[in-house]
């Protein structure tokens, strides 16, 4: 297995060769994720990794922020938000909306939402990096043939596991050898947050947001949330 650092030196590049393999193990903040591409032949090794069901859906990791925007529907954001720019009041949280119809589901929507993971500097820019090196090999039919290719982000463990997230290197790459999985990405130390967990679900449901599932820095979250809709 490899283990390398975000801003290393050719990093970049590992991480899009062993994204044409499979998922890898990427560090955050205040938890360890497993990203792959938004294609069923990923998402299927995931499901695998995780022993995950396939009527499971995932999340994104947010890069192009224009590109998620256009993906939310228009009547659900908030007033106070001129464009695409106002989602990084949210930075350090999954932002979830109605993307399409109520009826439409997949792997990464859910009764017409998905939710994206906001993480800005260096994560995001691996997130936007990702999106431009493999448009032709996203499956837009996973958002209803809508454009938007970025990766996708979920919790790296067992789905439902009782022990929760991995927060600690040593079960990262534990879990990692355990899993089969040969890449693991860490960030530095300037970028972890002292409080680990689970980032907060806020859902938007026009012109309001909801804090849907609490999490690391939450009472910074809420607090921006309610300005947000003070405005």
């Not at 789905?159 to 040969?182: K, P, Q, V, W």
Request: negative net charge; hydrophobic residues 35%.
């Amino acid at each position: 297995m490899i283990t390398i650092g975000l801003t290393e030196a050719g990093a970049h590049k590992e991480i899009m060769r062993h994204l044409e393999k499979g998922p890898f193990i990427l560090e955050l903040p205040t938890v360890f994720s497993l990203v792959c591409l938004p294609n069923d032949v990923s998402i299927e090794q995931l499901n695998k990794i995780k022993i995950r069901g396939d009527k499971k859906n995932y999340g994104s990791l947010i890069g192009n922020l224009t590109n998620f925007f256009n993906l939310l529907r228009p009547e659900i954001i908030p007033s106070s938000f001129s464009g695409a720019a106002d989602l990084t009041k949210l930075n350090g949280s999954f932002i979830r909306g109605k993307i399409t119809e109520d009826t439409f589901n997949s792997a990464t929507v859910k009764k017409g939402t998905h939710q994206g993971l906001l993480l800005e500097g260096p994560i995001q820019e691996l997130s936007s990096a990702i999106e431009l090196n493999f448009l032709n090999q996203m499956d837009s039919s996973l958002y209803n043939h809508q454009n938007y290719s970025a990766p996708i982000c979920t919790s790296a463990n067992i789905s439902g596991d009782h022990n929760g997230s991995i927060t600690s290197l040593d079960n990262a790459l534990e879990f990692a050898e355990r899993r089969n999985i040969d890449l693991l990405v860490t960030i530095n130390e300037n970028l972890k947050k002292q409080e680990r967990g689970s980032y907060p679900i806020l859902w938007f449901k026009e012109n309001n947001i909801t804090i849907e599932r609490p999490g690391s820095d939450l009472s910074h979250i809420r607090s921006i949330a309610e300005g947000i809709m003070g405005q």
